[in-house]
């Protein structure tokens, strides 16, 4: 079963940047899609941007613009560059890969906290 690990969290002012990873055990990005998802408290977990195959992207509204999903085939790690932070990006970021019910477990996740 395929372990995501993400990293790259932290505290930021409204208007920085942040660039978080996810380091993937396997091999899987040719195979399948990737995407991040966030937490915030009280909400449901929803996904922000994901990557096709084939290196397709796309964004949810709130995020489009400001966010860059990317990958690194030869090193299993994707990347969420995070920019022009609004307070309402806070939430704990987490990658998975997709159609979900093949990779039904989850990291620890990565917290991100926008706030002056």
């Known amino acids: 079963q395929v372990q995501f690990v993400e990293s790259g969290g932290g505290l930021v002012q409204p208007g920085g940047s942040l660039r978080l990873s996810c380091a993937a055990s396997?091999?899987?990005?040719?195979?399948?899609?990737m995407a991040w998802y966030r937490q915030a408290p009280g909400n449901l977990r929803e996904s922000v941007a994901r990557?096709?195959?084939?290196?397709?992207?796309n964004y949810a509204d709130a995020v489009k613009g400001r966010f860059t999903i990317s990958r690194d085939t030869a090193n299993n790690t994707v990347y969420l560059q995070m920019n022009s932070l609004k307070p309402e990006d806070t939430a704990v970021y987490y990658c998975n890969g997709e159609p979900r019910a093949l990779f039904p477990s989850w990291g620890q996740g990565t917290q991100v906290t926008v706030s002056s």
């Open positions: 990557i096709e195959i084939s290196g397709s992207t």
């Open positions: 396997g091999s899987i990005f040719r195979r399948y899609r």
